[in-house]
């Protein structure tokens, strides 16, 4: 019965067809990249029951069983619900949030991102939309998670305010700053704001903290790096509460489901229409309208 | 080179190290001294000066200050804070 099968339906559910017929790769649900070892043995054992006893790594933090026979997808999926594993979704909609571990985990790490992913995953994960859509999100500018490559990218950073009477003008903070932002004089320091891309080095490596940073969201949009490639820009500047960033992000989102034509991914709309229009958008919801 | 103003305990020269011995070399520096005592690391302009100091920092000692030699390399001096 292989001429009935709906593999359009079935992408949604994150059943991807392969060459070898009646048999798809399954796309599991992933957020963040994290998934606790509970889920990863149960992964583990549906992968050797029902597959070739291996998974594939995509290239998004999400993890595909290949060799699963669409006849038995149902009790796949079933296995995988008994151990709290959820298949992911491919097609026209919302994908897999990705995130680094961000500020809870890692040093460098400006913003919470495995909170903000799991918080995106939840208003957006699987939304219906003209084309694919992608967010993903990274701690600070050493941008793992690569943020411009997606639809909408986030990116942690801060904002900072240098504190004088805290300072000793050791100099470690001219060093660790990347975009020469950073010089002294007299014993002090003096920013460029115009160079500092609020990578907040000099927040992290300052030794008496007399830089204070204000953790916020960086935003870019309009990202692919598909068929074709094409950084996201950013339109606003830095967010610091989340209310606004989902705003901007809702507002992003809007807009391409009611400018984008059926299969059209969102640089692309952006090229047909100019950015104006969005613009427009994103900065009214920054603005708070 | 400049002018060290501050009394040290101990002196590393890590200039001829790469990353991530860098640190290695310095943390087995600093893990010498006594809590309290001074130690002068000597490293490489680029990524030693951008990330040794902040190193230090997250273990919790505390810089005093960064010379530029003046010649590709800088001298931080940290005193050793115990845990």
């Given at each position: 019965?292989?001429?009935?099968?709906?593999?359009?339906e079935?992408?949604?559910?994150?059943?991807?067809?392969?060459?070898?017929?009646?048999?798809?790769?399954?796309?599991?649900?992933?957020?963040?990249?994290?998934?606790?070892?509970?889920?990863?043995?149960?992964?583990s054992?549906?992968?050797?029951?029902?597959?070739?006893?291996?998974?594939?790594?995509?290239?998004r933090?999400?993890?595909?069983?290949?060799?699963?026979?669409?006849?038995?997808?149902?009790?796949?999926?079933?296995?995988?619900?008994?151990?709290?594993?959820?298949?992911?979704?491919?097609?026209?909609?919302?994908?897999?949030?990705?995130a680094?571990?961000?500020s809870?985990?890692?040093p460098?790490?400006?913003?919470?991102?495995?909170?903000?992913?799991?918080?995106?995953?939840?208003?957006?994960?699987?939304?219906?939309?003209?084309?694919?859509?992608?967010?993903?999100?990274?701690?600070?500018?050493?941008?793992?998670?690569?943020?411009?490559?997606?639809?909408?990218?986030?990116?942690?950073?801060?904002?900072?305010?240098?504190?004088?009477?805290?300072?000793?003008?050791?100099?470690?903070?001219?060093?660790?700053?990347?975009?020469?932002?950073?010089?002294?004089?007299?014993?002090?320091?003096?920013?460029?704001?115009?160079?500092?891309?609020?990578?907040?080095?000099?927040?992290?490596?300052?030794?008496?903290?007399?830089?204070e940073?204000?953790?916020?969201?960086?935003?870019?949009?309009?990202?692919?790096?598909?068929?074709?490639?094409?950084?996201?820009?950013?339109?606003v500047?830095?967010?610091?509460?989340?209310?606004?960033?989902?705003?901007?992000?809702?507002?992003?989102?809007?807009?391409?489901?009611?400018?984008?034509?059926?299969?059209?991914r969102?640089?692309?709309?952006?090229?047909?229409?100019?950015?104006?229009?969005?613009?427009?958008?994103?900065?009214?919801?920054?603005?708070?309208? | 080179?400049?002018?060290?103003?501050?009394?040290?305990?101990?002196?590393?020269?890590?200039?001829?190290?790469?990353?991530?011995?860098?640190?290695?070399?310095?943390?087995?520096?600093?893990?010498?001294?006594?809590?309290?005592?001074?130690?002068?690391?000597?490293?490489?302009?680029?990524?030693?000066?951008?990330?040794?100091?902040?190193?230090?920092?997250?273990?919790?000692?505390?810089?005093?200050?960064?010379?530029?030699?003046?010649?590709?390399?800088?001298?931080?001096?940290?005193?050793?804070?115990?845990?």
């Amino acid at each position: 019965m292989a001429d009935t099968i709906n593999y359009a339906e079935l992408k949604k559910g994150g059943f991807m067809k392969q060459k070898q017929k009646g048999f798809g790769s399954l796309r599991l649900a992933v957020v963040g990249g994290n998934l606790t070892a509970s889920q990863i043995k149960t992964v583990s054992e549906v992968a050797e029951k029902y597959g070739k006893g291996y998974v594939h790594m995509t290239s998004r933090q999400g993890i595909e069983i290949p060799f699963i026979n669409v006849n038995q997808l149902a009790e796949v999926k079933a296995a995988l619900a008994a151990g709290g594993v959820k298949t992911g979704v491919c097609g026209p909609r919302v994908r897999t949030v990705t995130a680094c571990q961000g500020s809870e985990i890692c040093p460098s790490g400006c913003i919470d991102t495995y909170t903000l992913a799991k918080e995106l995953d939840e208003r957006y994960f699987g939304r219906e939309l003209p084309h694919k859509f992608k967010f993903g999100v990274t701690g600070c500018q050493n941008n793992c998670l690569k943020a411009e490559e997606n639809d909408v990218g986030i990116k942690g950073g801060m904002e900072i305010a240098y504190k004088e009477s805290a300072c000793i003008g050791c100099g470690v903070c001219i060093k660790a700053c990347r975009t020469d932002a950073l010089s002294i004089a007299d014993g002090k320091i003096v920013l460029d704001e115009s160079k500092c891309n609020n990578c907040a080095r000099c927040v992290k490596s300052c030794p008496t903290d007399a830089w204070e940073g204000t953790p916020g969201y960086i935003v870019s949009f309009g990202g692919t790096f598909g068929n074709f490639v094409y950084k996201g820009e950013e339109l606003v500047p830095i967010i610091k509460d989340k209310e606004t960033l989902f705003r901007v992000t809702d507002a992003a989102i809007e807009y391409f489901e009611e400018n984008a034509k059926p299969s059209e991914r969102f640089r692309k709309t952006l090229e047909r229409l100019g950015d104006e229009g969005l613009k427009k958008k994103v900065r009214a919801a920054y603005a708070g309208q | 080179m400049a002018e060290i103003d501050i009394k040290y305990d101990d002196f590393v020269d890590i200039t001829d190290k790469v990353c991530p011995l860098t640190f290695v070399k310095a943390k087995v520096a600093i893990d010498e001294l006594e809590d309290g005592e001074v130690l002068a690391v000597k490293m490489n302009d680029g990524e030693p000066v951008q990330n040794v100091p902040r190193s230090f920092k997250e273990d919790g000692h505390q810089i005093l200050k960064l010379y530029d030699n003046e010649d590709g390399t800088y001298t931080l001096l940290v005193r050793k804070v115990e845990e």
